[in-house]
């Protein structure tokens, strides 16, 4: 079985800092992926990053990195230079195998100017 | 980039009506899945769909839900009828083996709303 675990339901974040998300898995399967996505309000989930669980470095997209940390079952979310824009929920998610995709709970961001 | 597309996007039903949802998946994947949002609520799980037939599905899954690939594109879920509880955000997953061979890709979302 499979299980994300987002224990932050919102954050704050002055603009133009920093910001980690926090998602602990749980899985059996040797082989697994790690995703985040944002979900504005309007509804869409939006891609974020991926990160596979043999890849050697740590993802990055942009200004997300995901700071994998594999012996921890961890994939925290960090967003650089926050802007307004990045005001969302944010989900993490994971796939083992060729099993479904499991999300967690959610993280609440707000930027504040 | 490939993407999965998903219609309409915001669809507004009757109580008692039946909808289909629309999702085209990536041309050659062979996982497909269908998520369910309640407003605020947690992304679950309703339905996986493999090799033309349904591999897993959730206790949310009932006999008013169904699925099909009728044209080998379209990948559809049905809701026989409807009920004020269906009011979700829709999303349709497709997935591949491969090089990221865990890599999903997911829909905009269709928002069902039941009237």
């Known amino acids: 079985a499979q299980k994300i675990t987002q224990t932050q339901p919102g954050m704050f974040v002055q603009e133009k800092e920093a910001v980690t998300l926090d998602c602990t898995y749980d899985?059996?399967?040797?082989?697994?992926?790690l995703f985040w996505y944002k979900q504005p309000s309007s509804g869409e989930m939006i891609f974020l990053i991926y990160q596979g669980s043999y890849d050697q470095q740590n993802a990055t997209e942009g200004r997300y990195s995901l700071n994998f940390q594999k012996a921890r079952k961890s994939a925290n979310l960090v967003i650089s230079a926050s802007q307004l824009g990045d005001s969302a929920m944010y989900f993490c998610?994971?796939?083992?195998?060729?099993?479904?995709?499991?999300f967690g709970t959610g993280t609440k961001l707000q930027v504040i100017p | 980039e490939p993407e999965v597309t998903q219609t309409p996007s915001h669809q507004v039903t009757q109580m008692g009506q039946e909808v289909i949802l629309r999702c085209v998946p990536i041309s050659n994947h062979l996982y497909f899945y269908w998520y369910r949002q309640i407003l605020g609520q947690k992304v679950e799980f309703l339905v996986s769909?493999?090799?033309?037939?349904?591999?897993?599905k959730s206790e949310i899954f009932d006999d008013q839900f169904s699925v099909e690939r009728p044209d080998g594109s379209n990948f559809t879920l049905k809701i026989r009828s409807t009920k004020l509880e269906d009011s979700a955000m829709y999303f349709c997953a497709s997935f591949n083996r491969g090089q990221k061979n865990t890599e999903a890709f997911f829909g905009q979302g269709t928002r069902l709303t039941v009237v």
């Open positions: 769909f493999y090799n033309n037939e349904i591999s897993e």
């Open positions: 899985t059996s399967d040797p082989s697994y992926g």
């Open positions: 998610a994971m796939r083992g195998g060729y099993q479904k995709v499991t």
